[in-house]
């Protein structure tokens, strides 16, 4: 039996003959290992492990897991909009077009959706860039949201939620070797699919500092001193902005977004804003300012210049239809022979998913006055954004009468991001098993609690400085509880350490 | 007003400075500039083209455009199964659990799924790997159709369509630099999403050629002559294997499949089944057969050790979804830290959209015998399946009555390969026009039928034959239209260029 294996085989206990991998950690896509995504990291594990342990009968020192990790709002309760959920239904059985107790204004957006697909069916491929009618209601949404800045529908791309479109954008802007390489600015704290898809693209991160001490605000002369330093090493290329913020949930003002266009012009950098929590803001005084709108608003001199990517999704906002995976992009001033190339990539995949494209749909064209949904829609809505703003306002105060946390004000989207301290002899003790201090916090809390949170060092924050990222979707009682087990936590935690 | 102006700026016509673009195409990502598809091609931009004028009243040799381009079944007039349907519309709109018109197996398929979903509701972020449920469902569908041969949910991975399945696995092989950079065997002809995400990764394509002879059978010489060369400048990881096959419809034989399996064991290649129309299959004496089963029935020396990753769709076969992107990948004997990497890797998008991974469940999980749904749904698919294998026999034939077009079986999958003649003086023309032969055929049949079929060009075929590819999908009366209509321009286009 015994015979000579080469360097690919080897002998397994039993016996037998066993040959290595074909592909290996040592022999697979290097850049794919650098990819880090905290909000599914490890601790997200640990959750799921631990609501199985539950459902086992196992003991914990909590009765159930708090997923306060992701912004998945109807995981977490939330109600969908009735009549997106009609559409929907109409659209995927069109035998209900026929049942009297569909609402006709629901029935009539479906029949403008199934004209527009290929034998009246969700099940057809659409257009690569997206269902032309589709892209036309999109543009005239963002129009009236821009006080009738024109938007072409043709700029329109409607993608596989707002990741997507993201990852598309980035694809088309690296290139590069050494000093050359592509470098793309991102705010830190960041949301990881930045981070993760740069990795993987292999392109340079650079990273700008949002200011917490001034509510998260980004400066101008921090984003100059970031260009400056990455211009050593990297060819800078694009800057990202995600407003209103994930993880730190500020609001841009009008001002800043005019000086960002400014500093994007003057540095030749290809703007990226992520605005998916649009609809999120619940500061007085706050305001969403689209960059498209400001930019317009800034003359030729830019509007006619500067190259801009807006993305926007079905997954925030007051609709929280994450699952359906739907979103846009809108491009300005692209060179046209980079918009073909853009519209030859999206098309090696298809299609984005049709129900979501579908759903987009109805994000942009909701309900009017007087169709017979528009009431029902707007109470539906409301109530979801009050109760929103209320959250927001209850998680900054319950955290900040905690001692060693300090939160800044959640003025919009669905994150607060609190900083917290964490005592020396903690640190220590993350060191000692490898794991961010924070993170060593989080894991801790969730043992304890059964609240899942992210570590701040999951988004990136600056050195010394340590976070967590919360959501603000459970139910308002439940969140009452939820801070309350944190701050009991931290009270705990603290004394435990010092 | 005239300034001195750097080499970024340049004034337009009316005195405008205008800044060059940040992006253009001479420094966007080179890797994108390679990619091609021809699925969704120029040919098929003049058709939509063609659609609009004629929409808009102008005069045409034709009264409407046919595109018969792209697996498309919905658009092509193929109705979706009732209780698929039923079962979206309810999870869309839980509603209508309680409306006695639908089937009581539609509502417990639609709990079942609802109840794996965060919140009962589909706008929920699934697990990234897929609703865990569902998983399951897909394992005990792969356990039944190979006789028994265990699967484990744990190697489920659901997607966004296959396409999405096949990148990520190209994505994790992708390695090396000069000589040693990865390279991945691919069929010619092949379905170009392969040749696409090859070039987007920076792999080496390695082509082996199918036996158009032999009714476009795989030769394990061919394959062999293919990896001998490709070490000389690359190192070859993978291959992969399109069966049923798209775009040229033959169907592997159980021999043929065990002698690729030895051939990638021998050679250490990962291999890849795309076996998106593993129900379609129509001629007699042709059957399915999984790489999966059959590696399962080599024995261990095989079935423990071959890394295999086959992937499955919602989009053929007998329900032709395409616009829901469902799919699924089945991996085995990948390496734990590899699928660490993968699971890691596709947590970055959050999930595959979760109306697809519902429309998958159900189609692993359809009605079983006894339930309200099951002679109507096995009526549907019966129908769906005949009239596809009626029109598959139907293409063959017709196609092989016309002088200078040769069509082999169409055993299975949707389409028909034929080679075609084209005339030496037409060859010339298309040369001076900078089109590929069977392009400057394609667009001529296009603007004189109205029909959009593929150039063979697209997919690949030996240098100096010409192909088309074209779907089986319009119903039999238009097919039959389609296909005299092919015949009298083939025979028009000859006459002209003899």
Same mark, same amino acid.
């Given at each position: 039996?015994?015979?000579?294996l080469?360097d690919?085989?080897?002998?397994?206990?039993?016996?037998?003959?066993?040959?290595?991998?074909? %592909?290996?950690?040592?022999?697979?896509?290097?850049?794919?290992?650098?990819?880090?995504?905290?909000?599914r990291?490890?601790?997200?594990?640990?959750?799921v492990?631990?609501e199985r342990?539950?459902?086992?009968?196992?003991k914990?020192?909590?009765?159930?897991v708090?997923?306060?990790?992701i912004g998945?709002a109807?995981?977490?309760? *939330?109600?969908?909009?009735t009549?997106?959920?009609?559409?929907?239904?109409? #659209?995927?059985? @069109?035998e %209900?077009?026929?049942?009297?107790?569909?609402?006709e204004?629901?029935?009539?957006?479906a029949?403008r959706?199934?004209?527009?697909?290929?034998g009246?069916?969700?099940?057809?491929?659409?257009?690569?860039?997206g269902? $032309?009618s589709?892209? *036309?209601?999109?543009?005239?949404?963002?129009?009236?949201r821009?006080?009738?800045?024109?938007?072409?529908?043709?700029?329109?791309?409607?993608?596989?939620g707002?990741?997507?479109?993201?990852?598309?954008?980035?694809k088309?802007?690296?290139?590069? =070797?050494?000093?050359?390489?592509?470098g793309v600015?991102?705010?830190?704290?960041?949301?990881?699919?930045?981070?993760a898809?740069?990795?993987?693209?292999?392109a340079?991160?650079?990273?700008?500092?949002?200011?917490?001490e001034?509510c998260?605000?980004?400066d101008?002369?921090?984003?100059?001193?970031a260009v400056?330093e990455?211009?050593?090493?990297?060819n800078?290329?694009?800057?990202?902005i995600i407003?209103?913020?994930?993880?730190?949930?500020?609001?841009?003002?009008?001002?800043?977004?005019? $000086?960002? &266009?400014?500093?994007?012009?003057k540095?030749r950098l290809?703007?990226?804003?992520d605005?998916?929590?649009q609809?999120?803001?619940y500061?007085?005084?706050?305001?969403?300012?689209?960059f498209?709108?400001?930019?317009?608003?800034?003359?030729?001199?830019?509007?006619?210049?500067v190259?801009?990517?807006?993305?926007?999704?079905?997954?925030?906002?007051?609709m929280g239809?994450?699952?359906?995976?739907?979103?846009?992009?809108?491009?300005?001033?692209m060179?046209?022979?980079?918009?073909?190339?853009?519209?030859?990539?999206?098309s090696v995949?298809? #299609?984005p998913?049709?129900p979501?494209?579908? %759903?987009m749909d109805?994000?942009?064209?909701? @309900?009017?006055?007087?169709?017979p949904?528009?009431n029902?829609?707007?109470?539906?809505?409301?109530?979801t954004?009050?109760?929103?703003?209320?959250?927001?306002?209850l998680?900054?105060?319950v955290?900040?009468t905690?001692?060693?946390?300090?939160?800044?004000p959640v003025?919009g989207a669905?994150?607060?991001?609190?900083?917290?301290? &964490?005592?020396e002899?903690?640190?220590?003790e993350?060191?000692?098993?490898?794991?961010?201090?924070d993170?060593f916090?989080?894991m801790?809390?969730?043992?304890?609690t059964?609240?899942?949170?992210?570590?701040?060092?999951g988004?990136?924050?600056?050195?010394?400085?340590?976070?967590?990222?919360?959501?603000?979707?459970?139910?308002?009682?439940?969140? *009452?509880?939820?801070?309350?087990?944190?701050? =009991?936590?931290?009270q705990?935690?603290? %004394?435990q350490y010092s």
């Open positions: 039996l015994f015979t000579f080469n690919k085989e080897k002998m397994t206990d039993n016996g037998m003959m066993s040959r290595a991998k074909v %592909l290996t950690i040592d022999n697979m896509n290097p850049t794919v290992k650098k990819v880090e995504y905290a909000v990291g490890p601790i997200v594990q640990r959750a492990e631990l342990e539950l459902s086992e009968g196992m914990k020192p909590f009765a159930e708090i997923k306060a990790n998945d109807h995981a977490m309760g *939330q109600q969908p909009i009549f997106f959920r009609q559409v929907l239904a109409l #659209c995927s059985y @069109p %209900l077009l026929s049942d009297s107790t569909f609402p204004d629901a029935k009539s957006r029949c959706i199934l004209q527009s697909c290929g009246f069916s969700m099940g057809s491929y659409s257009a690569s860039q269902i $032309d589709v892209r *036309q209601d999109v543009a005239q949404y963002i129009q009236r821009d006080g009738g800045v024109p938007c072409d529908p043709d700029n329109i791309y409607l993608t596989t707002a990741s997507d479109g993201i990852v598309t954008m980035l088309l802007l690296v290139c590069g =070797e050494g000093t050359s390489r592509a600015m991102i705010s830190i704290p960041q949301y990881p699919l930045y981070s898809a740069l990795a993987e693209l292999g340079v991160q650079i990273n700008y500092y949002l200011n917490e001034a998260w605000s980004l101008i002369p921090e984003l100059q001193r400056n990455a211009r050593r090493y990297c800078p290329r694009a800057l990202c407003n209103p913020g994930n993880p730190t949930g500020q609001v841009q003002s009008r001002q800043c977004i005019e $000086d960002v &266009i400014r500093f994007a012009a540095e290809f703007l990226m804003a605005e998916v929590y609809d999120n803001v500061a007085d005084g706050c305001q969403f300012h689209s498209k709108k400001v930019l317009f608003e800034m003359g030729p001199e830019y509007s006619e210049t190259e801009l990517a807006s993305f926007h999704s079905t997954s925030k906002c007051y239809e994450c699952g359906f995976r739907g979103g846009y992009m809108e491009i300005i001033n060179d046209d022979d980079v918009k073909a190339q853009l519209t030859k990539l999206v995949r298809l #299609c998913p049709v979501g494209q579908a %759903l109805l994000v942009v064209n909701p @309900p009017q006055p007087g169709e949904s528009y029902n829609f707007i109470k539906e809505r409301t109530a954004l009050s109760a929103l703003a209320e959250k927001a306002k998680t900054e105060q955290l900040n905690v001692e060693g946390i300090s939160c800044n003025q669905m994150y607060s991001f609190p900083r917290i301290t &964490i005592p002899k903690a640190v220590q993350a060191a000692e098993k490898g794991q961010a201090p993170m916090y989080c801790k809390m969730l043992e304890e059964g609240i899942c949170l992210v570590p701040g060092s988004f990136g924050q600056k050195d010394g400085t340590y976070h967590f990222r919360m959501t603000i979707l459970p139910p308002k009682d439940k969140l *009452q509880i939820l801070l309350n087990n944190v701050k =009991e936590f931290h705990r935690f603290t %004394l």
